[in-house]
């Protein structure tokens, strides 16, 4: 079977550095996304992966290993307004976008 | 990206009845999606709605339950028919400009079946 997997919920402060994992074991790879999903509202598209190695985009940064079936999204200088659900989703073999659970993220002062 | 327009944006409805939810875009688009999200939950994709042909459904959805429109390019609507307090959800549609391209989200159509 297709499986995902995330910490249900993290918990970090205000400033700090938080690195959100994702797990697959998926039929295929064709890349992997991750999205943030503020309480009551849409997801909102935030990385693309489907190289080996570490994408920047400004204060978030998100890494693939295909070997390992592993990434991360990493996010520095915490705010307030980074509490939010972070979604891992894998594009397996047949271009099905498969969905994590996500992760709750807590941001405390 | 595309300005997503989804109607509505939440309803109260009644257990037997149907309602359906429409789903506009800006521009052209290659794929459109449908999506359900229990409150606290992940999503999941319900069916990808094709133009001019029917839609192709996830395991567990049927067309007789959430029969779906996709008449061009740009516009989408999903029915929810039936309802019963079980389909209380939040439903989302998605599009993207192809199978390596993020998906985009209408802001969802919060569902209460009494």
């Given at each position: 079977g297709q499986n995902i997997d995330q910490p249900t919920e993290m918990t970090a402060t205000e400033g700090a550095i938080v690195q959100i994992n994702c797990t697959y074991q998926t039929s295929g790879f064709n890349g992997l996304f991750w999205y943030q999903q503020h309480a009551g509202e849409a997801p909102t598209f935030l990385s693309y992966n489907v190289l080996d190695g570490l994408e920047e985009k400004g204060r978030f940064s998100s890494f693939l290993s295909r070997s390992k079936g592993y990434s991360y999204l990493l996010l520095k200088e915490?705010?307030?307004?980074?509490?939010a659900s972070y979604l891992c989703a894998v594009v397996d073999s047949n271009y099905q976008l498969i969905w994590g659970a996500g992760t709750k993220l807590i941001i405390k002062p | 990206s595309a300005v997503i327009s989804q109607k509505p944006s939440r309803d109260i409805c009644q257990r037997g009845t149907s309602l359906t939810i429409q789903c506009q875009v800006d521009s052209q688009v290659t794929m459109m999606f449908w999506y359900r999200q229990q409150p606290g939950q992940s999503l999941t994709l319900i069916a990808t709605a094709n133009q001019g042909s029917e839609a192709t459904y996830e395991s567990g959805f049927v067309i007789d339950k959430f029969p779906i429109s996709r008449p061009n390019l740009t516009f989408s609507t999903l029915t929810v028919s039936?309802?019963?307090?079980?389909?209380s959800s939040i439903y989302l549609c998605s599009v993207a400009g192809g199978e390596y391209q993020p998906q985009h989200f209408g802001d969802g159509t919060r569902l209460s079946i009494l």
């Open positions: 915490l705010q307030m307004k980074d509490s | 039936n309802m019963s307090p079980e389909d």
